[in-house]
């Protein structure tokens, strides 16, 4: 699995990290200031990559959090396959299926021989853009 650990107080929003083993989008981050007896908190509102749900943990600011490495590849639409596109990465001329992107936006701009840019985020594809 493709992790690696990064401080939430570090975190951006923008920037990727893993709540309960699903990677989420950060939205925003709050930090609070340190009390009498307590570390500061930090106040993380993210969105899942993946089912969209929003997702809100509050933990210390100084605590590690798993931050996903994101592979960007750009690849061809070279066929249609009931659910799924296959596709060509355009660098290794592997190809391999992935389903069709849920945002209709994407999907409608998707054809043959168009060239897409593909994310891989643990272990899972996903078409993110047309090119």
Known sequence: MSIKKSEA???????????DG???????????????HGAAKANITAVGFF?????????????????????K???TVIAEVGENYSLMDT?????????KPAD???????ELN????VWDVMGRRVITRVK
């Open 9 to 19: 107080k570090g975190l951006k929003p923008g920037s990727y990290f893993l709540i």
């Open 114 to 117: 168009v060239e897409v840019e």
């Open 73 to 75: 590849r750009s690849a």
């Open 91 to 99: 660098e290794t001329y592997e190809t391999y299926e992935i389903p």
């Open 104 to 110: 209709e936006e994407i999907a409608s701009k998707i």
């Open 51 to 71: 089912d969209n749900r929003k997702r809100n943990v509050i933990m210390p600011a100084d605590r590690m959090v798993d931050v996903p490495l994101i592979d």
């Open 22 to 36: 699903e990677p989420c989008r950060v939205l925003s981050v709050e930090k609070s200031k340190p009390g009498k």
